[in-house]
């Protein structure tokens, strides 16, 4: 694991940008794996800046997101799918028509999303960088603790907390979903390459029960240690409860010698 430790979140956000803007460079038809929430707002804002100020574009770039509720169409302002327009779609280049997410028609049967989903994104070539954030109970995507840590997209029953803490989002409680259709953990772990953003307090025990502690299925992103290419960038109070911070300033510290030492010679 790639970890890094940066002050802020606006630090995490720029962070990712450029990941992104690196991984376009080498490779303009890239296949994205998209989170929503809080954490990804301001990486998705440096995207669209630089998208409108630099040469970086999306119009060869195919999107898959991690998840979306049950029982909301596409048009309702609390989908997923009106996030991502909101955040990202709308602003940057990309052609609508390569933007999915999990989404379950009203004629459709919700057990045929999953299959058809990840049916997608195999025809699409798999993901090449999943953006994920981490929830305080540890889940990735809506995979719950005890999410099997085999599974694929598929619909999940949300926990109490995830719902308490996406309450915000809702006016009215009644119409919260408490179903979502959600990338399993093995669909994510097929991305080549995995990109999660942590930021603030809340998120100090998930990201050391998944950094630090055993893989389990009651923390899901612990999963993530078994993959080979992850990068997990994290402003300071999501870092403060790792006990080996020093570590991975130090490593970081190093990698930029290296690096400074290459430009150099
Ligand atoms: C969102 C998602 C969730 C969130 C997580 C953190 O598509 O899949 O796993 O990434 O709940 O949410 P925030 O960023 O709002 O704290």
């Not at 989170?35 to 440096?46: D, F, I, L």
């Not at 999410?147 to 009215?172: A, C, G, M, P, V």
């Not at 997990?232 to 190093?254: F, I, T």
Request: a negative charge; charged letters at 25%.
């Amino acid at each position: 694991m790639d970890i890094v430790i940066l002050k802020d979140s606006e630090q995490v956000a720029t962070a990712g940008a450029r990941v992104l803007q690196k991984l376009l460079m080498e490779k303009k038809a890239a296949v994205l794996g998209l989170a929503t929430g809080r954490t990804p707002k301001a990486m998705y804002r440096q995207w669209v800046i630089n998208c409108r100020e630099s040469s970086m574009s999306f119009r060869e770039v195919t999107t898959f997101n991690l998840d979306e509720y049950l029982g909301v169409q596409p048009a309702d302002v609390q989908s997923y799918r009106s996030y991502m327009q909101r955040e990202l779609f709308d602003h940057i280049d990309i052609d609508q028509t390569n933007t999915y997410l999990p989404a379950c028609a009203a004629d459709e049967n919700p057990l045929d999303v999953g299959p058809r989903y990840e049916a997608t994104i195999l025809e699409k070539g798999g993901i090449d960088c999943q953006v994920l954030g981490i929830g305080q109970n540890g889940h990735i995507g809506f995979n719950e603790p005890s999410s099997s840590l085999n599974s694929r997209t598929r619909i999940k029953t949300l926990t109490r907390e995830t719902i308490e803490s996406n309450r915000q989002y809702f006016d009215d409680p009644a119409t919260q979903p408490e179903l979502a259709i959600t990338m399993g953990i093995a669909t994510i772990m097929d991305a080549r390459k995995i990109l999660l953003l942590a930021t603030g307090a809340a998120k100090a025990d998930a990201v050391r029960q998944s950094i630090e502690g055993a893989i389990s299925a009651s923390w899901p992103a612990s999963i993530l240690q078994m993959h080979e290419r992850v990068t997990v960038l994290m402003d300071e109070p999501a870092a403060s409860k790792l006990e080996r911070l020093d570590y991975y300033h130090w490593v970081q510290d190093q990698k930029r010698r290296v690096l400074a030492q290459n430009e150099s010679d």
